[in-house]
C-alpha cells in the first residue's frame, strides 16, 4: 500500500493474514501478533528496537529488510540491498506477509547491515554504479567494525530506509559514538533508520522513537525507563552484587 504524502519511506508495517498462520513461528510471538492486529507505525527519523534475544527484534527487521529490497530493486538494478537484504536459509518467512505503506515518490535507497554477516556479504560491495564511488579501500582490508562504519559512511549521501541488526557486535565504544554520529547525519539527510539493538550506547541517539519488544508485545517507552538502560546501570554502579556468585 502507498501513501503520497510526504514523509518517511517507510511509514507503517501491516501483516496480509491470508499470506500468515497464526498458529506457528514467528506469527505466535507477541510481537508479531501485535503487528498483526493493530500495524506499527514508523518514525519518519529513527526507530530503535530494544528487547531481551527472541523476542522478534531481529526476526521483524529481517522481514522488513527484505521486503524493502523488493521494492527497490523492483527498479535500480544497481543497488546492492538485493545481495544484502535477500533472506537467508534460517530467516522466517515473515517477508512473504509483511507489508509496507510506504511514500511514492520519497526515498528510495538503504541497507540492510547484520554486522555478524559483514564479512560474508562483502563481495557485493564491489566497485561497480553508486557504491563505487564512494569507498576509499576494500571492506575486507578493514576490521569488522571499521569495515561496517565505512559501509554507512558511503551511504549518508543516499537517503532511504536503513535496517541495522545488532551492529554493536562488530563496534568499540568510540565506534559506537561514531555510529550515533553516522545515524544523525544520515537522518538530517532525509534517511530513514530502523535499528535493533542490545546497546544503551545506540539507544541513546537523541529524538530517536524507542520501541521495547518483549511477551507483552510493542511499546514506547522513554530512553530511562527502558528495560535495557536500567539493567546496565544496575551492574555497572555494582557489579559484585551479580558476579558474587561466580566461581
Known sequence: MASR??????????????????????????????????????????????????SGKSTLVEALAAVWARRVTAFR??????????????DSDLHR???????????????????????????????RG????????????RSHGEGFLQVLAGMTAEPGLYVLDEPESALSFDSSLMLLTLMSDMRAAGSQVVLA???????????ARILQLDDHGI???????TDLVQAWRSFLSSPDDYLRHLG
Open 5 to 54: 504524502q510526504p514523509g518517511a519511506p517507510v511509514r507503517r508495517l501491516t501483516i496480509d493474514e491470508g499470506q500468515a498462520d497464526f498458529g506457528r513461528w514467528p506469527y505466535t510471538l507477541p510481537v508479531i501478533a501485535q503487528v498483526a492486529r493493530h500495524g506499527l507505525e514508523l518514525s519518519p527519523g529513527v526507530t530503535i528496537l530494544i528487547g531481551p534475544n527472541g
Open 77 to 90: 538494478d544497481d543497488w546492492l540491498q538485493q545481495a544484502v537484504a535477500r533472506p537467508s536459509d534460517e
Open 97 to 127: 506477509a509483511l507489508r509496507l505503506e510506504f511514500t511514492i515518490g520519497g526515498p528510495t535507497g538503504g541497507l540492510f547491515l547484520r554486522a555478524e554477516r559483514m564479512h560474508a556479504q562483502a563481495d557485493g560491495f564491489t566497485a
Open 130 to 141: 553508486r557504491w563505487g564511488e564512494r569507498v576509499d579501500a576494500p571492506i575486507l582490508t
Open 197 to 207: 539493538t542490545h546497546s544503551p550506547i545506540l539507544a541513546a541517539l537523541p529524538d
Open 219 to 225: 511499546s514506547p517507552v522513554e530512553y530511562d525507563d
